[in-house]
């Protein structure tokens, strides 16, 4: 074969490596569209560099009739979820001032404001950064938010954890100097790389804030200057040039709670702890190669969970991180994007193959996992009691948007509770949301404030709703193929009627949906899960189970919305009437009703 021959069956890069190749500063031409008024919009190239610094270029959907209007979508940085009282408050305000009065918790811990128009994102952009928050690396082929247990009793542990995950986030955070000179205020970089003038940051009340000294071993974001520095650079140390093939999610869980969905991630850690001392975290399990995107009818993409790779001491947890990035920086696929995660690594070069690449990569040998035992993910609701006296409380959040509607003013709220008390706000990874640290004499009048507007403390919704989760899809989101958010709550009002004829009204069922196939509410671990394949269509899963370690599988495909029940119907049906003794619908479904259906042929 001759030279020019073998160099024509080289798989070409995509469109978006060769974007990263030419300008790996990350800056295109944003600064230069942001300050022209007449343009409303990014272009195609630079819409791909904006995800990188936490922004998605979208259009209203519902008024596309009239042309396209756009407007964009800013996702923070928030690892663990754990948001302090001042920053809430900018957050919150931020919603009102310039996007459409609503805070959007993601499926990942995170906020996110919808519809900001062009002139807005500048303002937003800086407010973030002046109160120590970050959108750098929300989005794009970098690591995602860091995922980790936020519930303060589910274990006593859970502030040990909390801290490593802030220290993984910082250690993974890509130094792209583009971000400060385009949207921190003040923070220009000269050629030398040092700062011109001090940072100043501001409070909700526009005074000075001073930030507290970082804990000791703690990674402390600050707009994405830490520990590799802060000078530019035209390759990033970490990531390369081209930073990841895709993205890459982190998780942390704490047995025998998955509320994380640990599995579902690229890279995910399980703490371990002496079973004599059970507040002794001794280590971490690995987990790697978990993802659940996929495409409607490409059989080379499909959703995975991660495999167990191995158990390590705490004193190797950066270093590990570090291995399982830059392995998938290395050998995920650069040439077709659906196939560049690093699910498909660990698919098609095994486990142990990975293993012994992260030994390499971390420098010491991984012991053996060690035993580990889930028993149920989700949150817990009301009023509890926290290990130092405290006490918290959880709140259902209705497919993750904290808004204002005549009945349920839940935005108003929290935003009177926060100012009054500084409560911590704690997002969880279903969607809701916590307030932490509550003191004895503050829990009556909390409580008040929150009827006052319609949001009950005690029976806050069935058990089936507070189950659920929505991705946004439907009018923001260009990837949507079907309603989402706005039609999740109908349908369950659906499943409350027909579990309440059938005498299962008290029953959880864990249902999950999203727009497309790409799977932001995880709807591939549920026990139903719904997605879009067109509009007013879904396939319908069946199959998941409460500890989330188990896929489901697809158990009717291309159904109209107003067909659904007509579906499940029957199911929960035979479930009520077939189940053993306590068993889940979940796993009555793959026991029976999923094993009279073929399984799908592998590609």
Same mark, same amino acid.
């Given at each position: 074969?001759?030279?020019?021959?073998?160099?024509?069956?080289?798989?070409?890069?995509?469109?978006?490596?060769?974007?990263?190749?030419?300008?790996?500063?990350?800056?295109?031409?944003?600064?230069?569209?942001?300050?022209?008024?007449?343009?409303?919009?990014?272009?195609?190239?630079?819409?791909?560099?904006?995800?990188?610094?936490?922004?998605?270029?979208?259009?209203?959907?519902?008024?596309?009739?009239?042309?396209?209007?756009?407007?964009?979508?800013?996702?923070?940085?928030?690892?663990?979820?754990?948001?302090?009282?001042?920053?809430?408050?900018?957050?919150?305000?931020?919603?009102?001032?310039?996007?459409?009065?609503?805070?959007?918790?993601?499926?990942?811990?995170?906020?996110?404001?919808?519809?900001?128009?062009?002139?807005?994102?500048?303002?937003?952009?800086?407010?973030?950064?002046?109160?120590?928050?970050?959108?750098?690396?929300?989005?794009?082929?970098?690591?995602?938010?860091?995922?980790?247990?936020?519930?303060?009793?589910?274990?006593?542990?859970?502030?040990?954890?909390?801290?490593?995950?802030?220290?993984?986030?910082?250690?993974?955070?890509?130094?792209?100097?583009?971000?400060?000179?385009?949207?921190?205020?003040?923070?220009?970089?000269?050629?030398?790389?040092?700062?011109?003038?001090?940072?100043?940051?501001?409070?909700?009340?526009?005074?000075?804030?001073?930030?507290?000294?970082?804990?000791?071993?703690?990674?402390?974001?600050?707009?994405?200057?830490?520990?590799?520095?802060?000078?530019?650079?035209?390759?990033?140390?970490?990531?390369?040039?081209?930073?990841?093939?895709?993205?890459?999610?982190?998780?942390?869980?704490? *047995?025998? /709670?998955? $509320?994380?969905?640990? +599995?579902?991630? @690229?890279? !995910?850690? %399980? #703490?371990?702890?002496?079973?004599?001392?059970?507040?002794?975290?001794?280590?971490?399990?690995?987990?790697?190669?978990?993802?659940?995107?996929?495409?409607?009818?490409?059989?080379?993409?499909? *959703?995975? /969970?991660? $495999?167990?790779?191995? +158990?390590?001491? @705490?004193? !190797?947890? %950066? #270093?590990?991180?570090?291995?399982?990035?830059?392995?998938?920086?290395?050998?995920?696929?650069?040439?077709?994007?659906?196939?560049?995660?690093?699910?498909?690594?660990?698919?098609?070069?095994?486990?142990?193959?990975?293993?012994?690449?992260?030994?390499?990569?971390?420098?010491?040998?991984?012991?053996?996992?060690?035993?580990?035992?889930?028993?149920?993910?989700?949150?817990?609701?009301?009023?509890?009691?926290?290990?130092?006296?405290?006490?918290?409380?959880?709140?259902?959040?209705?497919?993750?948007?904290?808004?204002?509607?005549?009945?349920?003013?839940?935005?108003?709220?929290?935003?009177?509770?926060?100012?009054?008390?500084?409560?911590?706000?704690?997002?969880?990874?279903?969607?809701?949301?916590?307030?932490?640290?509550?003191?004895?004499?503050?829990?009556?009048?909390?409580?008040?404030?929150?009827?006052?507007?319609?949001?009950?403390?005690?029976?806050?919704?069935?058990?089936?709703?507070?189950?659920?989760?929505?991705?946004?899809?439907?009018?923001?989101?260009?990837?949507?193929?079907?309603?989402?958010?706005?039609?999740?709550?109908?349908?369950?009002?659906?499943?409350?009627?027909?579990?309440?004829?059938?005498?299962?009204?008290?029953?959880?069922?864990?249902?999950?949906?999203?727009?497309?196939?790409?799977?932001?509410?995880?709807?591939?671990?549920?026990?139903?899960?719904?997605?879009?394949?067109?509009?007013?269509?879904?396939?319908?899963?069946?199959?998941?189970?409460?500890?989330?370690?188990?896929?489901?599988?697809?158990?009717?495909?291309?159904?109209?919305?107003?067909?659904?029940?007509?579906?499940?119907?029957?199911?929960?049906?035979?479930?009520?009437?077939?189940?053993?003794?306590?068993?889940?619908?979940?796993?009555?479904?793959?026991?029976?009703?999923?094993?009279?259906?073929?399984?799908?042929?592998?590609?």
């Amino acid at each position: 074969m001759s030279e020019n021959s073998s160099a024509s069956t080289t798989p070409a890069l995509s469109k978006n490596e060769l974007l990263k190749q030419n300008d790996p500063s990350l800056a295109g031409d944003m600064a230069a569209t942001l300050a022209d008024p007449a343009l409303d919009r990014f272009s195609a190239d630079d819409e791909q560099f904006i995800k990188f610094h936490g922004i998605y270029q979208q259009d209203d959907r519902d008024r596309r009739k009239t042309g396209k209007h756009y407007q964009f979508m800013i996702r923070n940085r928030v690892p663990g979820g754990i948001v302090p009282p001042e920053q809430y408050l900018v957050f919150d305000d931020l919603a009102t001032r310039y996007g459409n009065d609503t805070l959007r918790i993601t499926s990942r811990q995170a906020f996110q404001w919808h519809g900001v128009v062009k002139t807005g994102l500048g303002p937003l952009m800086r407010r973030i950064n002046e109160v120590l928050s970050t959108t750098l690396a929300a989005c794009g082929d970098v690591a995602r938010n860091v995922m980790a247990p936020a519930t303060p009793a589910t274990s006593v542990l859970v502030e040990q954890v909390l801290a490593d995950a802030r220290l993984v986030s910082e250690e993974l955070l890509p130094r792209a100097t583009a971000y400060h000179q385009i949207w921190v205020d003040g923070t220009e970089l000269n050629l030398a790389g040092e700062r011109e003038e001090p940072r100043t940051t501001l409070g909700p009340d526009g005074q000075p804030l001073s930030a507290p000294p970082p804990a000791e071993g703690e990674g402390v974001s600050r707009c994405g200057a830490g520990p590799r520095g802060a000078k530019p650079v035209v390759e990033d140390a970490l990531y390369g040039r081209t930073y990841l093939p895709r993205k890459f999610k982190t998780a942390f869980a704490i *047995p025998p /709670l998955n $509320d994380t969905d640990v +599995f579902t991630n @690229c890279l !995910g850690f %399980v #703490a371990i702890v002496d079973p004599a001392h059970p507040e002794q975290l001794l280590g971490y399990n690995l987990l790697a190669g978990g993802g659940l995107g996929m495409s409607h009818g490409n059989k080379e993409t499909f *959703p995975r /969970l991660a $495999d167990v790779i191995g +158990f390590f001491p @705490c004193e !190797g947890l %950066v #270093a590990v991180a570090k291995a399982v990035l830059t392995a998938h920086r290395d050998f995920g696929d650069r040439t077709n994007r659906k196939h560049a995660r690093l699910k498909y690594v660990l698919e098609e070069r095994g486990a142990n193959w990975f293993r012994g690449e992260v030994e390499v990569r971390a420098g010491f040998k991984l012991d053996e996992a060690r035993p580990m035992n889930f028993q149920k993910q989700g949150d817990l609701f009301g009023w509890h009691q926290q290990a130092d006296g405290s006490r918290f409380l959880g709140l259902y959040v209705e497919a993750g948007r904290v808004k204002n509607t005549p009945e349920r003013q839940l935005k108003i709220a929290l935003r009177r509770i926060v100012e009054k008390h500084r409560i911590e706000v704690r997002l969880t990874p279903s969607q809701n949301l916590l307030l932490t640290g509550v003191r004895a004499d503050q829990q009556a009048d909390i409580t008040a404030i929150l009827a006052e507007h319609g949001v009950p403390v005690e029976n806050q919704a069935a058990a089936v709703r507070r189950a659920s989760m929505a991705c946004p899809s439907m009018p923001t989101c260009g990837l949507g193929l079907a309603e989402s958010e706005r039609f999740l709550p109908s349908l369950l009002d659906q499943f409350e009627h027909e579990l309440a004829t059938l005498g299962l009204a008290d029953e959880e069922i864990i249902v999950r949906m999203t727009g497309c196939p790409n799977g932001c509410a995880r709807p591939y671990m549920a026990e139903i899960g719904f997605v879009g394949r067109a509009p007013n269509k879904y396939n319908v899963y069946l199959g998941g189970n409460e500890t989330s370690m188990r896929l489901n599988r697809e158990f009717r495909a291309s159904v109209k919305s107003e067909e659904i029940m007509n579906e499940l119907r029957p199911v929960l049906l035979r479930w009520r009437d077939e189940r053993q003794p306590g068993e889940r619908f979940g796993d009555f479904a793959m026991r029976t009703v999923l094993a009279e259906i073929p399984a799908p042929a592998t590609a």
